[in-house]
C-alpha cells in the first residue's frame, strides 16, 4: 500500500524558512517523480515543485522559485522541500504526491499535507 | 501562462449525469488528469490521460477531451461524488504543472 507521510508544517513568522518532509512508502521510491502541491485555506490546488527520479530535473511554480528548493532522498525513501523567505500568501496545507516515471506523468497518490501557517 | 477554466460548481440530482467542464486553448492536445477532493481530505485521481481510470475507481467516472474542453462525466451521481473537482495538464511551454480552479459538485 502506497503510504506518504508530511511532515515539518508548523506556525512561522514571515522572512524565516521552514523545512518540510514526505515519508514514502510502499512502492519503489526511486522509480518515481515526486511533487509538492499546496492549497491555501478555503482555496482550489496549486501546484509548487517537481522532482524527477534522479533529481536530474526540477521545476518551480513561479510564485516559489529562488525562494524554495526541493530535494529528494532515494536511500531514505524521503522527499524535502525547503522553504526560506516565507510570506503570508504562503500559508497552505501542503501535500506530497507521487508522479510516473517520467516528470509530466499524473499524480496518483497524494498524502494527507502538513499545514504551514506564516503569521508575525 | 497556461489557464484552465472551471465552473465553480455544478449542481445535480442523485441517479441524474453530472458533466463538468475544463477549459483551455487546444486542450485537445494536452493529457488531462481529474482529481475529486472531499471535505478534510486529500484529492484522489479518478480519471488520468484523459479517459482512463485508476483502479477502484467506479466505471460511472469518465473523461473526453477535445478542442478547448474537456469534460469529467459522473453518471448515475450519488451522495458520495459530492466534492471538488480538478482538472490538470501539464504545461510543456513554460514546463509547468496547471489545476483548473475547482468545480464543486453538489447532489441535491
Known amino acids: 500500500e502506497v503510504q506518504l507521510v508530511e511532515s515539518g508544517g508548523g506556525l512561522v513568522q514571515p522572512g524565516r524558512s521552514l523545512r518540510l518532509s514526505c515519508a514514502a512508502s510502499g512502492f519503489t521510491f526511486d522509480d518515481y517523480a515526486m511533487h509538492w502541491v499546496r492549497q491555501a485555506p478555503g482555496k482550489g490546488l496549486e501546484w509548487v515543485s517537481s522532482i524527477t527520479w534522479n533529481s536530474g530535473s526540477i521545476g518551480y511554480a513561479d510564485s516559489v522559485k529562488g525562494r524554495f528548493t526541493i530535494s529528494r532522498d532515494n536511500a531514505k525513501n524521503s522527499l524535502h522541500l525547503q522553504m526560506n523567505s516565507l510570506r503570508a500568501e504562503d500559508t497552505a496545507l501542503y501535500y506530497c504526491a507521487k508522479g510516473r516515471d517520467i516528470l509530466t506523468g499524473r499524480f496518483d497518490y497524494w498524502g494527507q499535507g502538513t499545514l504551514v501557517t506564516v503569521s508575525s | 501562462s497556461y489557464v484552465l477554466t472551471q465552473p465553480p460548481s455544478v449542481s445535480v440530482a442523485p441517479g441524474q449525469t453530472a458533466r463538468i467542464t475544463c477549459g483551455g486553448n487546444?486542450?485537445?492536445?494536452?493529457?488531462v488528469h481529474w482529481y475529486q477532493q472531499k471535505p478534510g481530505q486529500a484529492p484522489v485521481l479518478v480519471v488520468y490521460?484523459?479517459?482512463d481510470r485508476p483502479s477502484g475507481i467506479p466505471e460511472r467516472f469518465s473523461g473526453s477531451n477535445s478542442g478547448n474542453t474537456a469534460t469529467l462525466t459522473i453518471t448515475r451521481v450519488e451522495a458520495g461524488d459530492e466534492a471538488d473537482y480538478y482538472c490538470q495538464v501539464w504545461d510543456s511551454s513554460s514546463d509547468h504543472w496547471v489545476f483548473g480552479g475547482g468545480t464543486k459538485l453538489t447532489v441535491l
Open positions: 487546444n486542450i485537445g492536445s494536452k493529457s
Open positions: 490521460d484523459d479517459s
